[in-house]
């Protein structure tokens, strides 16, 4: 067998391991402590995907993000595509932005910066994302869901990513060693180019940065 072609199938059997895993972390792990708010789940399966945005880079993250959302959506979740394409956005931006950041500065600086970069994107991107979608999946009027803005859902997202990033930063190394030398994963030993990296960052700042934000202007001018 070609070496490229059994490191992509090596590659993608891990993905999938990994995939499961936080699957798996999804839909026995939960914790609710916004009271009154029981819809706010937190689960640490984001922690198993920005490790695998360490090992194979952003692009790993979409497809994990997608399989994992789309699992939850048919089992756990009762927000239907809504709820999948939130939890799908969620996890992306938070995973991506870590690890395009450390796939060009791999370091635990790098590591750092980046996960420090995903809790406060996905911070900022879920606020606006809740404007938007919770008072059409949730049946809310807008005017109510303003206040749980700095109240619930701001406070939720710095605990969760916060602590997903923080547990992440501790396991991470450690873990990536132990299955390294089990040969159960191999990390790429290229990091993409700076054309790779711009094109990979225009993508997912559209997607999770200007998408929300065009969203915002029409709901601001009342067209949705």
Same mark, same amino acid.
């Given at each position: 067998?070609?070496?490229?072609?059994?490191?992509?199938?090596?590659?993608?059997?891990?993905?999938?391991?990994?995939?499961?895993?936080?699957?798996?972390? #999804?839909?026995?792990?939960?914790?609710?402590?916004?009271?009154?708010?029981?819809?706010?789940?937190?689960?640490?399966?984001?922690?198993?995907?920005?490790?695998?945005?360490?090992?194979?880079?952003?692009?790993?993250?979409?497809?994990?993000?997608?399989?994992?959302?789309?699992?939850?959506?048919?089992?756990?979740?009762?927000?239907?595509?809504?709820?999948?394409? #939130?939890?799908?956005?969620?996890?992306?931006?938070?995973?991506?932005?870590?690890?395009?950041?450390?796939?060009?500065?791999?370091?635990?600086?790098?590591?750092?910066?980046?996960?420090?970069?995903?809790?406060?994107?996905?911070?900022?991107?879920?606020?606006?994302?809740?404007?938007?979608?919770?008072?059409?999946?949730?049946?809310?009027?807008?005017?109510?869901?303003?206040?749980?803005?700095?109240?619930?859902?701001?406070?939720?997202?710095?605990?969760?990513?916060?602590?997903?990033?923080?547990?992440?930063?501790?396991?991470?190394?450690?873990?990536?060693?132990?299955?390294?030398?089990?040969?159960?994963?191999?990390?790429?030993?290229?990091?993409?180019?700076?054309?790779?990296?711009?094109?990979?960052?225009?993508?997912?700042?559209?997607?999770?940065?200007?998408?929300?934000?065009?969203?915002?202007?029409?709901?601001?001018?009342?067209?949705?």
């Amino acid at each position: 067998m070609n070496p490229e072609k059994r490191i992509n199938v090596k590659t993608m059997v891990a993905m999938a391991m990994l995939s499961a895993i936080a699957c798996v972390l #999804m839909l026995t792990v939960q914790f609710r402590y916004m009271p009154g708010n029981e819809f706010l789940v937190h689960d640490p399966k984001d922690i198993v995907i920005v490790i695998g945005g360490f090992l194979y880079g952003p692009l790993a993250v979409v497809a994990m993000s997608i399989i994992v959302a789309f699992v939850e959506m048919v089992t756990i979740s009762l927000d239907g595509w809504v709820g999948f394409a #939130m939890n799908f956005i969620s996890s992306c931006a938070f995973a991506c932005p870590a690890a395009l950041i450390y796939k060009r500065y791999r370091s635990r600086a790098g590591a750092t910066i980046g996960l420090v970069a995903g809790w406060l994107f996905v911070t900022a991107i879920m606020l606006m994302w809740n404007y938007i979608i919770t008072p059409v999946y949730r049946g809310f009027p807008r005017e109510v869901v303003v206040p749980l803005l700095a109240t619930v859902f701001l406070p939720f997202n710095l605990i969760k990513y916060g602590i997903g990033a923080a547990v992440a930063m501790l396991i991470y190394k450690p873990l990536s060693i132990a299955l390294k030398k089990l040969k159960i994963i191999e990390e790429a030993d290229t990091k993409p180019s700076l054309k790779q990296n711009i094109v990979i960052g225009v993508v997912l700042s559209v997607c999770f940065a200007a998408i929300p934000c065009v969203l915002l202007i029409l709901v601001l001018r009342g067209v949705i």
